[in-house]
Structure formats: structure tokens, C-alpha cells
């Protein structure tokens, strides 16, 4: 396989109001537009964008869709792309959350996902890697990009970089933002370019 160049982009600022957003399905607001936009100059002008794909989310799917319609790419839309399913805490006001169980963030961080009703660590790891695995297979061209959320990128950063969950998220992508990867089978992968929005 030739080498590749992986790009995972954050989607931008979306009105969560102080809410846990995890599958809540919120747009992005003008701000997120702007985001994107500038990180998507970036990113072209790093290499021509020769496989798109993303979550179903909005915050993801309308940015993706837009690009995707202006390159005349094909668009893989991936429900295993969404981010982390929190349950009964997605779209809970995080101060109230965290007066009712203020550990929550601690355990998040630490990858131990056990909101009610919500993802394990492991069934959100299981589904985003293999949503990666069978993109990667279809996917053709020396630079791949998926738009997607901060869990899902901090999955697949311990997945290529080779390391935990909790040190994948001190890789800290923000909203609208950018990381790199160099991709050549059978080597592992290293990270070129951590960047955020100029908007």
C-alpha cells in the first residue's frame, strides 16, 4: 500500500449550552462554520482531499456534505462515526451533572464510560474501529479525511499511535481543529500536524 496521509477534523462550536452532547444531534453555529471553513484550508492546501467520510451527526454531516459537494467527492456517512452514546447523561447541563455524580469527567477521561444507559469504552472503541477498518479498506487516494468528534478521534489516535485511551485524549484536537497522521502499511503510524482554527 503507498503511503497516506490521515486527516481527523473536529467538527466546530455548536450552541450546547453548558449540555453534555454526545449523540444529541445539535447543528453547528456560525462560529463552527468558520471554523471548519479555515481548517479546511488548511487541510487542502496539505494535499488534495481524495476520500471523505463522517459521522451522521449534523455538527459533522452538513460541513462534510458541503466539501464533499464542492470536490465532487463520493461522501461515506458512517453511523459508527457518531460520537459516544452517554445515555441518560447526553444532554444533561454538566453543572447539575456534576452535583449529582461528581466524578463523571474523571471517569470519562479516564476511559471508564459507564453512563446509564449509555456506551462501555469497549462497544465505542469496537464500532468506531471497525466503521475505521472497513473506510480504510474502501477508501483510495494519498489523503483521507474523516470529520468526525472528539471521542471518536481520541479512539483512533490510541488505535494508530498505539497507546491508551486516556493518553490518546491529552492529544487535545479542539473544536474545528485538525490532526495528522502518516499512514504506510505495515509501519506505524506517526502524527505530522496538530492544528486549530485561526476563526
Known amino acids: ?31 463552527g462554520w468558520a471554523q471548519l471553513r479555515d481548517s479546511w484550508r488548511a487541510i487542502v492546501d496539505t494535499a488534495p482531499v481524495t476520500a471523505l467520510a463522517t459521522s451522521p451527526l449534523a455538527r459533522c454531516r452538513a460541513f462534510a456534505l458541503e466539501q464533499a459537494l464542492a470536490a465532487g467527492l463520493a461522501l461515506k456517512v458512517d453511523v459508527r462515526f ?6 441518560d447523561w447526553d444532554g444533561a447541563m454538566v453543572d447539575a451533572l456534576s452535583a449529582s455524580t461528581p466524578d463523571w469527567n474523571a471517569r470519562l477521561v479516564a476511559g471508564a464510560l459507564d453512563a446509564p444507559g449509555g456506551e462501555t469504552l469497549e462497544q ?35 488505535e494508530l499511535l498505539d497507546t491508551s485511551f486516556t493518553s490518546a485524549r ?14 504506510l502499511d505495515g509501519h506505524p503510524a506517526y502524527l505530522t500536524r496538530l492544528a486549530g482554527p485561526n476563526a
Open 1 to 31: 500500500m503507498n503511503p497516506y496521509t490521515l486527516t481527523l477534523l473536529r467538527h466546530g462550536e455548536i450552541d450546547h449550552d453548558g449540555r453534555l452532547i454526545g449523540r444529541t444531534d445539535l447543528p453547528l453555529n456560525e462560529q
Open 124 to 158: 465505542f472503541r469496537t464500532r468506531v474501529l471497525e466503521g475505521l477498518a472497513q473506510w480504510m479498506a474502501e477508501a483510495r487516494g494519498s489523503h483521507r479525511v474523516l470529520v468526525a468528534h472528539a471521542g471518536v478521534i481520541a479512539v483512533v489516535l490510541a
Open 170 to 183: 491529552l492529544i487535545a484536537v479542539p473544536r474545528g481543529g485538525f490532526v495528522q497522521l502518516s499512514m
Open 82 to 87: 457518531a460520537e459516544c452514546d452517554f445515555g
